[in-house]
């Protein structure tokens, strides 16, 4: 059972570009959650695909927006980086019929904005 | 004002000591609570669900105190292998967000 993937592994970009972050849920999930983890922080909610729709979203500006295709998987861009985006993305999957309780991270993409 | 807050620590303690975090939340109406492990430089796992009345898991205990909004989470005997960053993770105001806490830092010694 193929657990949430994720990727790139790592990525390093420049100001002002823009980057594209993939994930695959687990086997059976349907919910995609994606975060932002800096440096010494807990992970924070960017926002939340169910159906190919974002459901919820976290205090994050429009540069971070996202996508979710019919087999679950899910992309998040970021438009014109800074260098404050540098961080660690997560996605979580969840099945949102169990009311998205029980989340499972894939290992992160690890981005560096120069 | 943060929606989850922690100490970050770091707890330093020797094999076999027990140790408890707590976790404030802001939000009254939060219905879902969590602990979460996350070792460094991969991603958090779900240690335990928090649920009113406490609970146990093996030498991990989390209580849940609604009336003074926090969460604690107890180890028992700890292990070297218990090292790492516990995480308090609460739902919003709505059910399918989450919040986390910045983390507590754990380490075990010899």
């Known amino acids: 059972d193929a657990g949430v993937t994720q990727s790139p592994t790592h990525l390093i970009k420049t100001r002002g570009q823009q980057v594209t972050l993939r994930c695959s849920p687990k086997?059976?999930?349907?919910?995609v959650s994606w975060y932002q983890q800096a440096l010494g922080q807990g992970p924070q909610f960017i926002f939340q695909y169910y159906e190919e729709e974002e459901r919820q979203r976290g205090n994050f500006p429009d540069r971070f927006s996202g996508h979710q295709f019919p087999n679950y998987s899910s992309e998040l861009n970021v438009n014109a980086l800074l260098l404050g985006d540098s961080a660690l993305y997560l996605c979580?999957?969840?099945?949102w019929g169990q009311g998205t309780e029980t989340q499972y991270f894939g290992p992160g993409t690890r981005l560096l904005v120069l | 004002r943060k929606e989850v807050e922690q100490d970050p620590g770091p707890f330093n303690v020797p094999e076999g000591a027990t140790v408890a975090f707590n976790c404030t939340y802001s939000?009254?109406?939060?219905?879902?609570f969590f602990w979460y492990r996350q070792d460094c430089r991969k991603e958090p796992k779900l240690l335990m669900s928090?649920?009113?009345s406490g609970n146990e898991d093996g030498r991990f205990t989390a209580q849940l105190n609604r009336a003074s909004q926090y969460i604690s989470l107890l180890i028992r005997d700890s292990k070297l292998s218990d090292s790492a960053t516990y995480l308090c993770?609460?739902?919003?105001?709505?059910?399918?967000?989450?919040?986390f806490g910045s983390g507590t830092k754990l380490n075990v010694k010899p």
């Open positions: 928090v649920y009113s």
């Open positions: 939000n009254s109406a939060s219905q879902s």
């Open positions: 979580a999957s969840s099945w």
């Open positions: 086997s059976g999930h349907d919910t």
């Open positions: 993770v609460v739902n919003g105001d709505n059910f399918n967000k989450f919040y």
